[in-house]
């Protein structure tokens, strides 16, 4: 690519769940000698390719792909080792005089890389999260959440009631250093990444953005989701499992389970997927010096060579 040194830079294409990453993040590394490095939590697993809405081989047209099926379902990650991983992959790529691309939507991954965010002074203690996620299943989360809003008013804010993972994890960091994960995350900021991040985040139009997670819904039941679901039960993946818990998978577990009808349990998923496009785009927006871009198929080619540009004249 011309004007363009390989040093440390990574581009970053980040935006809500339907707006088009995957297919710009691939049209630029098929024209800037890059890979792509998935920055989904919900790709992380194996077996889980519909309802995550994995690239097919056909749709990578021959670009590799980092951070994709690296686990299993029953297999717990977190974002420390996410960012161990990806820094890695970083480095692969770069090692090989190829442009590194995160491309995805989990806003946690994409702050940890680009802010640099340190994990490894935090404590874990897994009778601490049991005692927690007993708390969530009896008395709800929303009581969890309070609970965290008393001693980290600050994360209570960031953290939605229904990511108990997440609300479990600050109240575990409070807990055992009496200083707020807020904090901690400020402080680890501090130093820079080792890597320049350019990072473009895709904007689109609320409804189109809305009328595309409705169609990929309903793509994702055309191309097999319940036989998916049913598939990931048979091998043992339990219910309440974190990877069961995603989007596309609870929502058909429980018609699966006769708790709710098959048009019921489609629209929560929409809903509940539009509603998580809002979270993730209020996310973004905090993300200084970020460059927004428009999203659709049609602004493809003109956001490549957007990209391009500043690659050049960043150097």
């Known amino acids: 690519m011309k004007g363009f040194s390989i040093d440390k830079t990574v581009v970053v294409i980040a935006g809500p769940t339907a707006s088009g990453k995957t297919d710009l993040a691939i049209n630029l590394a098929l024209k800037s000698n890059g890979e792509v490095i998935s920055a989904d939590s919900m790709q992380i697993y194996r077996h889980m390719d519909i309802g995550t809405a994995k690239p097919t081989k056909e749709e990578m047209m021959g670009i590799p792909h980092h951070m994709i099926d690296i686990i299993d379902p029953d297999e717990s990650y977190s974002v420390a080792l996410y960012k161990k991983d990806a820094e890695d992959c970083i480095k ?106 350019l990072v473009f985040i895709i904007n689109m139009d609320r409804n189109r953005l809305y009328n595309r997670i409705d169609r990929r819904v309903d793509k994702m039941i055309e191309n097999g989701l319940v036989d998916e679901v049913k598939r990931l039960l048979d091998m043992g993946y339990k219910p309440g499992s974190t990877a069961m818990q995603g989007l596309g998978y609870k929502e058909i577990i429980s018609y699966l389970n006769n708790e709710l009808p098959f048009d019921e349990a489609i629209r929560i998923l929409k809903r509940d997927t539009r509603h998580y496009a809002k979270r993730q785009i209020t996310w973004f927006k905090a993300i200084k010096d970020a460059v927004w871009i428009e999203g659709g198929y049609e602004n493809i080619e003109k956001n490549t060579k957007k990209i391009q540009e500043y690659l050049e004249t960043s150097n």
């Open 92 to 197: 692969d790529v770069l090692s090989r005089g190829k442009l590194p691309i995160i491309a995805g939507g989990t806003g946690l991954y994409i702050n940890s890389l680009i802010y640099n965010i340190k994990f490894s002074e935090t404590v874990v203690n897994e009778e601490f999260r049991k005692k927690m996620n007993h708390i969530a299943q009896t008395e709800g989360p929303i009581v969890l959440h309070e609970m965290l809003r008393k001693v980290d008013p600050e994360s209570a804010e960031k953290i939605h009631y229904n990511n108990v993972k997440r609300v479990i994890r600050a109240l575990e960091v409070y807990e055992y250093t009496k200083k707020p994960i807020s904090e901690h995350q400020k402080e680890s900021r501090m130093e820079p990444p080792e890597y320049r991040y």
